[in-house]
T-cell receptor
Framework: GEDVEQSLFLSVREGDSSVINCTYT??????LYWYKQEPGAGLQLLTY?????DMKQDQRLTVLLNKKDKHLSLRIADTQTGDSAIYFC???????????FGTGTKLQVIP | DAGVTQSPTHLIKTRGQHVTLRCSPI?????VSWYQQVLGQGPQFIFQ???????GRGNFPDRFSARQFPNYSSELNVNALLLGDSALYLC?????????????FGPGTRLTVL
């Protein structure tokens, strides 16, 4: 079955690194995504990783995938106050767009 | 360039009523997906349409239906509204239907059922 879990809240100081974790249960997941949602704004795709990859880096963002443990993480380097938002982990199966989202992690960045 | 637009932005209905939500995709995008986001939770997939055909359906009752028009805009209809239907309804458009075809989300329609 499909189930994506995340911790609810993370607080970091500005300039530190943030690590947001996610676990999923469907081993046939093809793509795994990280979305950002700011108050009053729609969801924004930050990055995605194909299930046969272990790592993907994009500027300040690093995604790590441990397929054996079904664990996905998003590391944000040099976290800024503008990174404060809710971050959703999501998966799709079979390369299609029926995307299953996690419950979201609220990231609070303290100046 | 306009992004995904949704109307109305807010809506208040009473139990048992019917509601129609509208979505206009980004120009050139042929796929539209609908999601329901209950407060404090992640979005849940409702439908995907591509080239006016339903390509995917989530675990929602038959009270939920949708369609896509020749100009690729879409409507989501919900009949016999329940209190639990109160949520933010998000529309997303993409050029294609593969997992790598980025979905662009609209700002959503906030539905309140009293």
């Amino acid at each position: 079955g499909e189930d994506v879990e995340q911790s609810l809240f993370l607080s970091v100081r500005e300039g530190d690194s943030s690590v947001i974790n996610c676990t999923y249960t469907d081993s046939s997941s093809t793509y795994l995504y990280w979305y950002k949602q700011e108050p009053g704004a729609g969801l924004q795709l930050l990055t995605y990783i194909f299930s046969n990859m272990d790592m993907k880096q994009d500027q300040r963002l690093t995604v790590l995938l441990n397929k054996k443990d079904k664990h996905l993480s998003l590391r944000i380097a040099d976290t800024q106050t503008g990174d404060s938002a809710i971050y959703f982990c999501a998966e799709s199966i079979g390369g299609y767009q029926k995307v299953t989202f996690g419950t979201g992690t609220k990231l609070q960045v303290i100046p | 360039d306009a992004g995904v637009t949704q109307s109305p932005t807010h809506l208040i209905k009473t139990r048992g009523q019917h509601v129609t939500l509208r979505c206009s995709p980004i120009s050139g995008h042929k796929s539209v997906s609908w999601y329901q986001q209950v407060l404090g939770q992640g979005p849940q997939f409702i439908f995907q349409y591509y080239e006016k055909e339903e390509r995917g359906r989530g675990n929602f009752p038959d009270r939920f239906s949708a369609r896509q028009f020749p100009n690729y805009s879409s409507e989501l209809n919900v009949n016999a509204l329940l209190l639990g239907d109160s949520a933010l309804y998000l529309c997303a458009s993409s050029a294609g239907t593969s997992g790598t075809s980025e979905q662009f989300f609209g700002p959503g329609t906030r539905l309140t059922v009293l």
